[in-house]
């Protein structure tokens, strides 16, 4: 009888056919390869090694999630007799605090308060098209630099190509988005430590007042007040219409549902109440 593939083989057929179906490499990275390589890879695959995978994330979380994913993708194809759903835990993204979303002054105020050149362009572009932070190294930046005001995402991104407009569009100006500068770092890395370099950075050097993420939640909430449609804001944001409606939107506060009512109020199309009988 031959011998029972090792861990490392069985990841490694996986990962072929997970590619020959036309899947991204960046994804397999970020999403199974991150946590596959926590197995002891050169011994055998078993239900045991897999189980004691799933309960090393921590419970009741999104890394508890992903975990039980990725671990029964794999025991499905390699046909290993373990589900690791019932572990799952009781995660949900609904149930996730409110983020502090900054106010449009709070990003401008934060804006100047940047002394680096470099990262304070990165946080304009961050904060005027909602990019993914990785996002940013994977422009064209020869169409900003000749003053085209729409963000073109390269195709080696989270989600690839797509076209991104400005809200607010004054900020391509204000924020001299045109003069592209770059901050220097190495850039032949995988898309999630890129970002991490620049979230390291605006928290711990520049000190941002709020997550640097939340400058794209506060682009989801503009759009939305400019009116653009949510079918619309998605795909520049790259992601389903359906994680648009189910995280992002829930972070809209009173203060944004009241500047839209009053918008609504200027419309002079708008109803108007019949009037009101004379006593």
Known sequence: MPAPL???????????????????????????????????????????TLHSLVLSSPVNTRSRVRFCMAIGVLARFAEIEYDPSPYRGSYNPKSVQPRDIPSDALIVESFATLKNPSWRWFFGMVAAYGLRPHEVFRLDLDLLQAGDPVCHVGDNTKTGFRRVWAYHPEWFEQFSLQSVNLPSI??????????????????????????????????????????????????????????????????????????????????????????????
Do not use: C
């Open 6 to 48: 090792t861990a490392r083989q069985w990841v490694d057929l996986l990962h072929a056919d997970y590619l020959a179906r036309g899947k991204r490499e960046s994804t397999w990275r970020d999403e199974y390869w991150k946590i596959y390589k926590r197995l002891p890879l050169s011994e055998p695959l078993t239900r045991e």
């Open 186 to 279: 190495k850039l032949d890395r995988e898309n999630r430590k890129l970002g991490e370099s620049a979230a390291e950075y605006f928290h711990e050097t520049a000190r941002l007042p709020f997550p640097l993420y939340n400058l794209r939640h506060a682009w989801a909430i503009r759009a939305t007040l400019y009116g653009l449609q949510d079918a619309l804001a998605s795909q520049q944001m790259g992601h389903s219409l359906e994680v648009h409606n189910r995280i992002y939107q829930k972070w809209i506060g009173r203060a944004a549902h009241q500047a839209a009512y009053d918008a609504t109020l200027q419309n002079p199309l708008r109803p108007k109440p019949p009037s009101f009988p004379k006593q």
